[in-house]
């Protein structure tokens, strides 16, 4: 199957730094809501329950309608099976897809051999330790090493292992700088803005603190979402005035 594309004057324009996640439950939900966006403005993030939900058929509207899709469903299995799953998103035309660096250094290379022929390969993201997990939680896994040191373990493998960036806490992205420079790209999902509550992402960041702390792109749900006005807010964001 030939991979979908994206509009070519997307393609060639930076990517804004919101990725939007769609924690909808429907593909009409979902639908409804893009409306009110425009590919220029973010990203789109479709995670296990929608794509559950939806399969690939959302993904091919959206990616037809323009918009880069991060396609999250954290890939954590044996190096042929992640491997012929990112050659399936790459056909999908997805600009993004993650696995967990826990899988190993052989799983990544697999996943990046898979889809370096491609001529718009998939960015390929590892994700280090979920935002949600606190200290104690990581302890119970059998990792006895503090947060951050388990981050950066996992970000360097990842780097070796052949992956473009990882997913990790904003509050790591300046350690991450340091140790992995300025080309590696770091996603930070627990983003609010400063009215929001702390929900179930324990290690959160304000946009404009993340984008200063060195994340490339963010991870944003409900604040988007849920707002009245979606477009006026990304692009306050965009221009980092929030």
Not at 58 to 66: D, I, M, P, S, W
Not at 119 to 147: D, F, K, R, Y
């Amino acid at each position: 199957m030939n991979p979908l594309m994206l509009d070519t004057t997307l393609i060639n324009q930076p990517a804004k730094p919101v990725i939007v996640a769609l924690d909808f439950a429907s593909a009409e939900k979902t639908l409804d809501f893009v409306q009110q966006l425009e590919p220029n403005l973010c990203q789109l993030k479709i995670g296990k329950e929608l794509f559950t939900a939806t399969g690939r058929y959302l993904v091919e509207q959206l990616v037809l309608q323009g918009y880069r899709i991060f396609l999250d469903l954290k890939y954590h299995d044996i190096p042929n099976t992640v491997a012929s799953a990112c050659k399936v998103a790459a056909d999908m035309g997805v600009w993004m897809v993650d696995m967990h660096a826990s899988g190993g250094r052989r799983m990544m290379e697999a996943a990046a051999e898979a889809v370096s022929n491609y001529s718009q390969p998939p960015l390929l993201i590892a994700v280090t330790v979920l935002t949600s997990m606190t200290q104690s939680e990581l302890a119970e896994t059998g990792m006895n090493l503090p947060i951050d040191e388990a981050v950066v373990r996992l970000a360097e493998l990842s780097r070796q292992a052949g992956m473009n960036g990882v997913v990790c806490s904003a509050q790591e992205a300046t350690l991450l700088r340091q140790q992995l420079g300025h080309e590696f790209l770091l996603v930070t999902p627990g983003i609010r803005l400063s009215t929001d509550i702390k929900d179930d992402q324990r290690r959160i960041m304000t946009p404009k603190a993340a984008l200063a702390a060195g994340s490339s792109y963010l991870v944003m749900g409900r604040p988007i979402t849920q707002s009245e006005y979606p477009s006026a807010l990304l692009q306050q964001i965009n221009q980092g005035l929030i």
